[in-house]
């Protein structure tokens, strides 16, 4: 079945250290988005992209960093530099508007990687 | 400025009855369009209903119905036939049609407690 797979399902940072989240999908979307959720609050937009080797910045990017290389896959790093990293993440995929995608179809969830601080 | 509003952080609602969800959205855009995610406790974001805002009839789908007063910009989440699995975090979000992208603005969400 079509899916998103995000790994590791939790994490732990030690501080100073660099940790990549790992989000991969099969549904040959487009646009993919990283979220950050805390508890009992909404989703706040990190980073997204609609096309390989292109991302921008969303509302709380500082701290975090992505990349692009395939279509399938959509690293998400929290640097060190990110000094509250303790939260709930989710990755999401989308058509793409470029791609004939309608404004109508939602975006598709994974199952989010929960990281803390050691 | 919030984009959603969810003003109900706490809902209780008895098994079998209907309950409604408050959403409040701002936008300048003409064209927009509204959605109702699901969240259980495991975590997973599960889509349920889609509004346009060009939509001229209230979006039903199974027991999920949405009430959209485009005036005064409410879209709110019915669920008719409340059942036990029904107890999760429930979110707003909408998508502004000027960008060229499909980012989702989200609001804080509900969470509606099922009673047998």
Redesign the interface.
């Known amino acids: 079945d079509g899916g998103i797979t995000q790994s590791p399902k939790y994490l732990f940072r030690k501080e100073g250290q660099n940790v990549t989240l790992s989000c991969e999908q099969n549904l040959n979307h487009d ?1 993919m ?1 990283w ?1 950050r959720q805390d508890p ?6 990190i980073y ?1 992209s ?1 096309i390989v080797n292109d991302f ?1 910045k ?1 509302d709380i990017a500082e701290g975090y960093s992505v990349s692009r290389e395939k279509k399938e896959s959509f690293p998400l790093t929290v640097t060190s530099a990110q000094k509250n990293p303790t939260a ?1 993440y ?1 990755c ?1 995929s ?5 791609s004939g ?1 309608r ?10 990687t ?1 990281l803390s601080i050691l | 400025a919030q984009k959603i509003t969810q003003t109900q952080p706490g809902m209780f609602v008895q098994e079998k009855e209907a309950v409604t969800l408050d959403c409040t959205y701002d936008t300048s855009d003409q064209s927009y369009g509204l959605f109702w995610y699901k969240q259980p406790s495991s975590g997973e974001m599960i889509f349920l209903i889609y509004q346009g805002s060009y939509d001229e009839q209230n979006a039903t789908e199974g027991r999920y119905s949405l009430n959209f007063q485009k005036a005064r910009k409410s879209a709110n989440l019915v669920i008719s036939a409340s059942q036990l699995g029904d107890s999760a975090m429930y979110f707003c979000a909408m998508r502004e049609g000027g960008s060229n992208d499909y980012k989702l603005s989200f609001g804080a969400g509900t969470t509606v407690t099922v009673r047998a």
């Open positions: 646009a988005y979220y009992g609050q909404g989703l706040r937009l997204y609609q921008q969303g709930f989710l999401a989308s058509i793409a508007r470029r995608g404004s109508n179809q939602p975006q598709h969830f994974g199952d989010g929960r």
